[in-house]
């Protein structure tokens, strides 16, 4: 899942064979659902803390994961300290 065009067109020329959806989390996972199912586990890496509204990721996430599935994410984490003044800075 990417939500830019040309993302979606480079990933699609390198790997023909795989499923890339150009969606984000803002878009409704029904796009995704009817052609693949539910899937038992969603993973993002590195990508949570560009979100403008990062609760649309839990939202996307929960529409695309089976009864019992599993969301991992995976975040920078700079240190307390540094968080803490990015977080006091709106950053």
């Known amino acids: 899942m990417e939500p830019d065009e040309g993302g979606v067109a ?12 150009q969606l984000g989390v803002d878009d409704s996972p029904i796009t995704i659902t009817k052609m693949e199912g539910l899937f038992d586990v969603v993973v993002t890496s590195e990508v949570i ?27 920078l984490y700079h240190g307390y300290l540094k968080n803490l003044l990015l977080s006091l800075a709106g950053k």
Request: charged share 15%.
């Open 10 to 21: 480079i990933v699609r020329e390198r790997l023909p064979s795989a499923s890339f959806y």
């Open 49 to 75: 803390e560009h979100f403008y509204a990062p609760h649309l990721l839990y939202r996307f996430a929960s529409g695309c994961l089976s009864l019992g599935g599993a969301l991992i994410v995976k975040t």
